[in-house]
């Protein structure tokens, strides 16, 4: 019943904002972007709307946000979102969850598959590795602490490349030689390995996954505000969660 009602009440809005199509621009994670170009897709179509986005790292989205860039729409870690809050960025109310995303080992698509089951089996894993890659963004500070409670930061430091976003680790290791492991969000790798260029070779093991949650707020002098709040709606729609999972997105 309560899925009914979000439904409906995400429709009324749709319908209401449909009057005058506008254009909704959203600045936001690049984890969620396969999930989100889809449920924007079915947005658009419903609404009438048009939608723009522009990808960055939470950092980068923070730093824009700080220098006067103003979207309608923000999706960010619920903790950024707050502070952004705080900060008179984005507003507290009417938010939406997007999803989470987990961390996933990735190789080319005719490199060695290594064993990642474990936390033993990952451990040994990089250790085999010819090269290691990850970013310097929340993904890869999980990862460099993993790397040191696993007993192999300092063994694997020397081959160890680490770029500022998920896009540049994927083109690093599509580009690489050898026995090269890489890892990121499993959405990203998804994006590389639909277009052959990238393997997924499975998640890190349950015992130390690491989810980043994804939520979306409107911002606070949003120029399109009624439309922006049509899209958050959206978000919650059964249609839209449909588009995040199947993207790797839970």
């Known amino acids: 019943m309560k899925q009914v009602i979000v439904s409906a009440l995400a429709a009324a809005a749709l319908w209401s904002a449909n009057a005058m199509a506008a254009e909704v621009k959203v600045l936001s994670a ?3 972007e ?38 309608d729409v923000v999706i960010a870690p619920p903790a950024a979102l707050d502070q952004h809050a705080k900060n008179s960025k984005v507003v507290t109310e009417g938010r939406a969850m997007v ?26 894993a990089v250790l085999a590795a010819d090269s290691v890659v990850y970013n310097t963004a ?6 460099e602490r993993l790397f040191e409670r696993l007993g192999v930061g300092e063994q694997i430091k020397a081959k ?8 540049a680790v994927m083109e690093h290791v599509i580009k690489g030689k050898g026995n ?22 499975g998640p890190l093991p349950a015992d130390v996954q690491n989810y980043t949650a ?31 999972t199947a993207a790797g997105i839970e």
């Not at 949003?222 to 919650?236: E, N």
């Open 138 to 143: 929340s993904t890869g500070i999980y990862l």
């Open 34 to 71: 396969p999930g989100l170009h889809k449920a924007v897709e079915l947005f658009k179509k419903a609404s009438g709307h048009d939608v723009k986005i522009q990808f960055n790292t939470t950092p980068q989205i923070a730093k824009r946000l700080e220098d006067g860039y103003v979207a």
């Open 214 to 244: 994804y939520a979306a707020a409107l911002s606070t002098n949003a120029p399109s505000a009624d439309a922006g709040k049509a899209f958050l709606a959206f978000l919650a729609t059964p249609a839209a969660k449909q588009a995040f």
């Open 30 to 32: 690049g984890a969620v």
């Open 99 to 124: 999803g989470r995303v987990g961390v996933g080992v990735t190789v080319r698509p005719r490199a060695p598959v290594p064993s990642v089951g474990t936390s033993e089996a990952l451990k040994q």
């Open 160 to 167: 160890t490349t680490r770029y500022a976003n998920g896009e």
């Open 180 to 201: 090269e492991i890489g890892l990121g969000a499993i959405t990203e790798i998804k994006l590389y390995e639909a277009k052959g260029t990238l393997k997924l070779v």
